[in-house]
């Protein structure tokens, strides 16, 4: 299955995402673009958005945050978040997403 925000790698999959720090809760608004669009609570100063944003990721997708690494884009909001447990299906599925349907809020 393919998906335009979320590819299989040989370390796991690749998410993604576009993040909006400092919004009143966090969580995820659906698709932006070829991303997902993620709003995070914490502010964006010292990582802490980063760290938000990988916590909510972990629950969201039900593995260890240690799973979970920022592989591009950690000062900006355009990031590709690599889930080293999960295959791209998995992913899709746990956010709720098919091909062509936005994730179940």
Do not use: W, Y
Request: net charge positive.
């Amino acid at each position: 299955m393919t998906h335009p925000i979320v590819q299989d790698t040989k370390g796991g999959a690749i998410l993604t995402i576009q993040v909006q720090p400092k919004a009143s809760k966090s969580e995820c608004v659906g698709l932006h673009g070829d991303a997902l669009k993620i709003r995070v609570a914490a502010p964006p100063i010292d990582g802490r958005a980063n760290e938000a944003l990988l916590a909510f990721l972990a629950e969201r997708l039900e593995v260890a945050p240690s799973t979970l690494a920022i592989q591009s884009g950690a000062g900006g909001r355009h990031k590709r978040v690599l889930c080293k447990t999960l295959r791209a299906a998995e992913v899709l599925a746990r956010l709720g997403l098919t091909a062509g349907k936005g994730p179940v809020v």
